[in-house]
């Protein structure tokens, strides 16, 4: 079953706007990540938010982490075209005898030029 | 650079045959995972492997077996085949003493079973 959920499935945004990608999840989590895949590739780590973090920026990327909500918002300020990919989150959950990551289905991101 | 190759990078073949997909890594990361990937489901967890001596089911691994020969090297097998197993699958890696659950994936092999 999928621990993540993201909305929108699909995104389509010109050039230098910002995108906004949201992941909702389920069960109590010791981190969230989100992942890039470009068409047909490995995914890519972007970032890392640990359950005691609000908030974390790395580059063009910001991520924000709501506990109480299960909820997770990926912001990519002044997209590129090079931006379009589709986006995952992946949840690390507390419970279970090992800590695993659960993916979501992604939100497909179209950066129109 | 340090890498995670998967071979092959495509594959056909028909219902009712063996085949095995193989991951190397030269990261030197104690974890291995198998993930596949259907459209419009993200990548689910199929086996996962945190040393040599270690295998672990995941989400979905009826139908597939995995071996560990090594610490660099994770295959998949699928005894049998079959067409609903036609998808991307992924090798991932992962370094419980440094970047802890970060993944480092392989660029996947497309599988078409007929």
């Known amino acids: 079953s999928q621990q993540g959920e993201e909305d929108p499935q699909a995104l389509s945004i010109q050039e230098g706007e910002n995108a906004t990608m949201n992941c909702s999840y389920k069960?109590?989590?010791?981190?969230l990540q989100w992942y890039r895949q470009n068409s047909g590739r490995g995914l890519v780590h972007l970032i890392l938010?640990?359950?005691?973090?609000r908030e974390k920026h790395s580059g063009r990327l910001r991520v924000t982490l709501d506990t109480s909500k299960k909820s997770s918002s990926l912001l990519i300020t002044a997209s590129r075209a090079a931006d379009t990919a589709s986006y995952f989150c992946a949840t690390v959950s507390l419970s279970g005898s090992a800590r695993q990551l659960t993916f979501g289905s992604g939100t497909q991101l179209t950066v129109l030029p | 650079d340090a890498d995670v190759t998967q071979t092959p990078r495509n594959r056909i073949t028909k219902t009712g045959k063996r085949i095995m997909l193989e991951c190397s890594q030269t990261?030197?990361?104690?974890?291995m995972y198998w993930y596949r990937q259907d459209p419009g489901l993200g990548l689910r967890l199929i086996y996962y492997s945190f040393d040599v001596k270690d295998i672990n089911k995941g989400e979905i691994s009826d139908g597939y077996s995995v071996s560990r020969q090594a610490q660099a090297k994770f295959s998949l097998s699928l005894e049998s085949a079959i067409p609903n197993q036609t998808a991307l699958y992924f090798c991932?890696?992962?370094?419980?003493?440094?970047?802890?659950?970060?993944?480092?994936f392989g660029s996947g092999t497309q599988l078409s079973v007929l």
């Open positions: 990261k030197g990361h104690d974890r």
């Open positions: 938010i640990r359950s005691n973090e």
């Open positions: 991932a890696t992962s370094d419980s003493s440094g970047t802890g659950e970060k993944l480092f």
């Open positions: 069960t109590s989590i010791n981190n």
